[in-house]
């Protein structure tokens, strides 16, 4: 069992930036990752990160998000810079992530969730 709790959601203006945090409590997890979740939207994969530091961003937050895992502090975290309206989303972090067909991806552990407003 894996136990992931999320922080560091909030509201923020278009342009503004946040850091989003999670406390893994494995963290020895292969793959540990954020995903997000807009109204009457499907969950999409955000950002993954390997324990060999390899990387998966999707298209829409490349060149903006960074994710990174803490090994100190057994977290996993989330930069993001330049935010749009559309990044609006309530964001999940994510362990044992895995690409499914059809270039999706799925996890076996989810955290509860941290909420990211961005307005215009």
């Known amino acids: 069992q894996v136990h992931l709790v999320e922080s560091g959601g909030a509201s923020v203006q278009a342009g503004g930036s946040l850091r989003l945090s999670c406390a893994v409590s494995?963290?020895?997890?292969?793959?540990l990752g954020w995903f997000r979740q807009a109204p009457g939207k499907e969950r999409e994969a955000v950002a993954n990160?390997?324990?060999?530091?390899?990387?998966y961003y999707a298209d829409s937050v490349k060149g903006r998000f960074s994710i990174n895992r803490d090994n100190a502090n057994n977290t996993v975290n989330l930069r993001m810079n330049n935010l749009k309206p559309e990044d609006t989303a309530m964001y999940y972090c994510?362990?044992?992530?895995?690409?499914?067909?059809?270039?999706?991806?799925?996890?076996?552990?989810w955290g509860q969730g941290t909420q990211v407003t961005v307005s215009s």
């Open positions: 990160i390997w324990g060999n530091g390899a990387t």
């Open positions: 494995r963290f020895r997890a292969a793959c």
């Open positions: 994510a362990a044992e992530c895995r690409r499914r067909p059809g270039d999706t991806w799925d996890a076996n552990y």
